[in-house]
C-alpha cells in the first residue's frame, strides 16, 4: 500500500540489542554500588559516634544526640568514625560515567521506532524533523507489509494524513502524506467524504495581476501560476474558466479598464476543475466548482515603464537576432539580450506592410523559448526575398504581469531569403551560441 520514497538522507541506525543495554545496565549498578559503598566508608576507631549523622558523643549524657535529635540506645550509638574508600569511590565513578556515556551513546544511534506502538508512530509524523519523519514512514511500511496496519490504525494515518495535507509546506510529512493518500485514492481505502476534504486541500491557482496598470489601460490578469506540489502528487492540475468580474463590487465586463488611478479590488468568479494530466493516475475526480478569487490593483497615471532607447543596445539586439523565412512561416530568434523586447512584426512587400503577429522576448529564457515562430497571412508568389520589420509596441509588455522595462526601437532585416522549404526543427542558434548565451546570463543580473 505505502510507496513513500525517501527525500533526505537518513543515518545508519543500529538495531536494538538487549544483551549490550542489559549489560550497560549491569554496569550501571555495580558503578552505583561501588560509589555508594566507597562513599559510606568503613569505621575506624572506638569513640562513640551517632549512626545517624556521625557525630562525636564522647562525654554526652542526654539520652538523644544533641546534633540531629536522635534517641541515643545501643543500637543507635556506634564506635568509630566512617572514612571514605576512595578507591571503590574512584572506580565506582569509572564505571558509572562509562556506563552512562556508552548507554547513551548507543541509545542516540539506535533505531527505537521498531519497539514503539503503532499509534505512537502515527502522532510522531508531526514531529518536525525530516530525518526522523522519513524513518517512521519507512518503519509504517515495514509493518504494512509485514502484517498489516489494522483498520484502526489505518483511519488513524488516513486522518493524520489528512490534516497535515491541509498544510502545504512541502516538508518530508508533507510529502509523506501526499503520497500516502494518493495509494489509498488509487486503492479505494477513503470515504467519499474523505476524497472530497483531499480535494478540498488542494490548493486553488492564485489570481495575479500586473503591479502598476497604467489608467485606462486594460488590467492584465492571470490565474494560475508557476508549479504547485499537491496537483503533481496527485497526477492532475485545475483549469479555470472565469464567468464574473468586479471593481469594487462592481460588475464589470472585459477588457477591465480603469480611469481613476488608485487601489482597487479585484474579484473574479471563476469555475474550477480538475484534469487528469497525461500519465498521471486515474483517480476519480470531483466536479466542478465556483470559487471566488480577490486581490488588490494599483492603478497609476504614468505605468512606470522603463525604456531604453540606445542606440548601441540596438546593435547588440541586431547581433542577437536570426531571421529564418519560407513560403509558410516567419521564425524569429534573440538570444542572449540583457532587457526585455517586445515588437510587432512585419513583412514589408512591394508599398505596404503586413502584419504577422507579436513577439516577447525575455532575458535569461530557455533557449528553446528563444525562437519564434508566425504564420505568413498572404501568398508570397514568386519573391525570393522579404524585408521583415521588428517594431516595438510598448502595449505588449504592459499586457505582461511582471516585465516593468523595454528597449523602445525598430529592427529592420533588408532581403531576408525565402527558403524553398525551410526545416522547423532547424535550429536559429547554436550549440556554442546557446552555451556562451546561457553562461553571460549567469554572469550578469537582467533587468525584468
Given at each position: 500500500?505505502?510507496?513513500?520514497?525517501?527525500?533526505?538522507?537518513?543515518?545508519?541506525?543500529?538495531?536494538?540489542?538487549?544483551?549490550?543495554?542489559?549489560?550497560?545496565?549491569?554496569?550501571?549498578?555495580?558503578?552505583?554500588?561501588?560509589?555508594?559503598?566507597?562513599?559510606r566508608g568503613k569505621r575506624h576507631g572506638d569513640r562513640p559516634t551517632c549512626r545517624k549523622c556521625?557525630?562525636?558523643?564522647?562525654?554526652?549524657?542526654?539520652?538523644?544526640?544533641?546534633?540531629?535529635?536522635?534517641?541515643?540506645?545501643?543500637?543507635?550509638?556506634?564506635?568509630?568514625?566512617?572514612?571514605?574508600?576512595?578507591?571503590?569511590?574512584?572506580?565506582?565513578?569509572?564505571?558509572?560515567?562509562?556506563?552512562?556515556?556508552?548507554?547513551?551513546?548507543?541509545?542516540?544511534?539506535?533505531?527505537?521506532?521498531?519497539?514503539?506502538?503503532?499509534?505512537?508512530?502515527?502522532?510522531?509524523?508531526?514531529?518536525?524533523?525530516?530525518?526522523?519523519?522519513?524513518?517512521?514512514?519507512?518503519?509504517?511500511?515495514?509493518?504494512?507489509?509485514?502484517?498489516?496496519?489494522?483498520?484502526?490504525?489505518?483511519?488513524?494515518?488516513?486522518?493524520?494524513?489528512?490534516?497535515?495535507?491541509?498544510?502545504?509546506?512541502?516538508?518530508?510529512?508533507?510529502?509523506?502524506?501526499?503520497?500516502?493518500?494518493?495509494?489509498?485514492?488509487?486503492?479505494?481505502?477513503?470515504?467519499?467524504?474523505?476524497?472530497?476534504?483531499?480535494?478540498?486541500?488542494?490548493?486553488?491557482?492564485?489570481?495575479?495581476?500586473?503591479?502598476?496598470?497604467?489608467?485606462?489601460?486594460?488590467?492584465?490578469?492571470?490565474?494560475?501560476?508557476?508549479?504547485?506540489?499537491?496537483?503533481?502528487?496527485?497526477?492532475?492540475?485545475?483549469?479555470?474558466?472565469?464567468?464574473?468580474?468586479?471593481?469594487?463590487?462592481?460588475?464589470?465586463?472585459?477588457?477591465?479598464?480603469?480611469?481613476?488611478?488608485?487601489t482597487y479590488l479585484l474579484e473574479v468568479d471563476a469555475q474550477f476543475r480538475l484534469v487528469q494530466?497525461?500519465?498521471?493516475?486515474?483517480?476519480?475526480?470531483?466536479?466542478?466548482?465556483?470559487?471566488?478569487?480577490?486581490?488588490?490593483?494599483?492603478?497609476?497615471?504614468?505605468?512606470?515603464?522603463?525604456?531604453?532607447?540606445?542606440?548601441?543596445?540596438?546593435?547588440?539586439?541586431?547581433?542577437?537576432?536570426?531571421?529564418?523565412?519560407?513560403?509558410?512561416?516567419?521564425?524569429?530568434?534573440?538570444?542572449?539580450?540583457?532587457?526585455?523586447?517586445?515588437?510587432?512584426?512585419?513583412?514589408?512587400?512591394?508599398?505596404?506592410?503586413?502584419?504577422?503577429?507579436?513577439?516577447?522576448?525575455?532575458p535569461g529564457q530557455p533557449f528553446f523559448n528563444a525562437e519564434q515562430s508566425f504564420r505568413i497571412?498572404?501568398?508570397?508568389?514568386?519573391?525570393?526575398?522579404?524585408?521583415?520589420?521588428?517594431?516595438?509596441?510598448?502595449?505588449?509588455?504592459?499586457?505582461?504581469?511582471?516585465?516593468?522595462?523595454?528597449?523602445?526601437?525598430?529592427?529592420?532585416?533588408?532581403?531576408?531569403?525565402?527558403?524553398?522549404?525551410?526545416?522547423?526543427?532547424?535550429?536559429?542558434?547554436?550549440?556554442?551560441?546557446?552555451?556562451?548565451?546561457?553562461?553571460?546570463?549567469?554572469?550578469?543580473?537582467?533587468?525584468?
Amino acid at each position: 500500500m505505502l510507496a513513500i520514497t525517501a527525500q533526505v538522507v537518513v543515518p545508519m541506525l543500529e538495531s536494538f540489542s538487549a544483551t549490550f543495554f542489559c549489560g550497560m545496565v549491569v554496569l550501571l549498578l555495580l558503578g552505583v554500588g561501588l560509589l555508594i559503598w566507597g562513599w559510606r566508608g568503613k569505621r575506624h576507631g572506638d569513640r562513640p559516634t551517632c549512626r545517624k549523622c556521625d557525630y562525636n558523643l564522647t562525654g554526652i549524657t542526654s539520652e538523644r544526640c544533641p546534633e540531629c535529635g536522635a534517641a541515643l540506645t545501643a543500637t543507635t550509638i556506634a564506635g568509630g568514625k566512617r572514612r571514605r574508600r576512595w578507591g571503590p569511590v574512584s572506580l565506582g565513578a569509572l564505571l558509572t560515567v562509562w556506563a552512562v556515556w556508552s548507554g547513551a551513546d548507543r541509545g542516540l544511534k539506535t533505531d527505537w521506532y521498531p519497539l514503539w506502538p503503532t499509534g505512537w508512530l502515527i502522532d510522531d509524523l508531526q514531529c518536525g524533523n525530516d530525518v526522523l519523519v522519513d524513518r517512521i514512514w519507512q518503519e509504517i511500511q515495514r509493518r504494512d507489509n509485514s502484517d498489516g496496519l489494522t483498520t484502526s490504525h489505518q483511519q488513524q494515518l488516513i486522518d493524520a494524513c489528512l490534516a497535515e495535507h491541509q498544510r502545504p509546506t512541502g516538508s518530508r510529512a508533507w510529502l509523506g502524506a501526499c503520497e500516502f493518500l494518493r495509494d489509498c485514492v488509487t486503492g479505494g481505502k477513503l470515504t467519499g467524504a474523505q476524497i472530497k476534504l483531499l480535494y478540498e486541500n488542494i490548493p486553488l491557482p492564485p489570481l495575479r495581476v500586473r503591479q502598476a496598470v497604467r489608467a485606462g489601460d486594460s488590467v492584465p490578469f492571470r490565474i494560475g501560476d508557476g508549479f504547485d506540489m499537491s496537483t503533481f502528487f496527485f497526477g492532475v492540475r485545475y483549469e479555470s474558466r472565469p464567468v464574473r468580474f468586479r471593481i469594487d463590487g462592481q460588475s464589470v465586463e472585459l477588457p477591465i479598464r480603469i480611469t481613476e488611478p488608485g487601489t482597487y479590488l479585484l474579484e473574479v468568479d471563476a469555475q474550477f476543475r480538475l484534469v487528469q494530466l497525461d500519465g498521471g493516475n486515474r483517480l476519480p475526480l470531483p466536479p466542478a466548482r465556483e470559487q471566488t478569487l480577490s486581490t488588490q490593483v494599483t492603478v497609476v497615471e504614468d505605468d512606470m515603464l522603463t525604456v531604453l532607447r540606445d542606440p548601441a543596445f540596438a546593435r547588440e539586439v541586431r547581433d542577437h537576432t536570426r531571421v529564418d523565412c519560407d513560403s509558410v512561416q516567419l521564425r524569429i530568434g534573440i538570444l542572449g539580450v540583457s532587457m526585455p523586447l517586445a515588437f510587432d512584426v512585419f513583412l514589408e512587400l512591394d508599398d505596404h506592410e503586413v502584419h504577422v503577429g507579436r513577439a516577447l522576448f525575455r532575458p535569461g529564457q530557455p533557449f528553446f523559448n528563444a525562437e519564434q515562430s508566425f504564420r505568413i497571412p498572404v501568398r508570397l508568389g514568386s519573391r525570393r526575398a522579404v524585408t521583415v520589420i521588428l517594431r516595438t509596441n510598448l502595449d505588449i509588455v504592459r499586457a505582461t504581469l511582471d516585465v516593468t522595462s523595454c528597449w523602445s526601437g525598430e529592427l529592420r532585416f533588408d532581403d531576408v531569403p525565402i527558403e524553398a522549404s525551410a526545416d522547423a526543427r532547424r535550429r536559429l542558434f547554436s550549440h556554442d551560441e546557446v552555451q556562451r548565451a546561457q553562461d553571460a546570463a549567469r554572469k550578469q543580473p537582467v533587468a525584468p
